[in-house]
């Protein structure tokens, strides 16, 4: 299993931006699919984007469409999650998430990712 370590939360104000950062440990980490769960307090974890193992293949909840954007640069074995025009329903705690499948396509369901970082606090304030 690799090792993910996310950073770039904070408190910001509705209709700015933040960019997250998924860092693993292990080259391993090139080959995997990675997604970005949120989940808020009392609600359920929810995929916010996915990446396929080469970047090639992207996913977006429905929720964040047009506003967020993943990425990945395997030289530096960090995916990215640049959020704009951020809202105060996008506060949560977001984690990234890989699966253990080399040179995988993304997948949305949670149950299919195998390793879990800590998680970043996004608090959006109106």
């Known amino acids: 299993q690799v090792q993910l370590v996310e950073s770039g939360g904070g408190l910001v104000q509705a209709g700015t931006s933040l960019r997250l950062s998924c860092t693993a440990s292990?080259?391993?980490?090139?080959?995997?699919?990675i997604g970005w769960f949120r989940q808020a307090p009392g609600k359920e974890r929810e995929v916010v984007a996915a990446i396929s193992w080469n970047g090639a293949g992207t996913y977006y909840g429905d929720s964040v469409k047009g506003r967020f954007a993943i990425s990945r640069d395997n030289d530096k074995n960090t995916v990215y999650l640049q959020m704009n025009s951020l809202k105060p329903e996008d506060t949560a705690v977001y984690f990234c998430?890989?699966?253990?499948?080399?040179?995988?396509?993304?997948?949305?369901?949670?149950?299919?990712?195998?390793?879990w970082g800590q998680g970043t606090q996004v608090t959006v304030s109106s």
């Open positions: 998430a890989a699966r253990n499948a080399v040179g995988g396509n993304w997948v949305t369901s949670a149950l299919l990712y195998d390793s």
């Open positions: 292990g080259r391993a980490f090139t080959l995997y699919p």
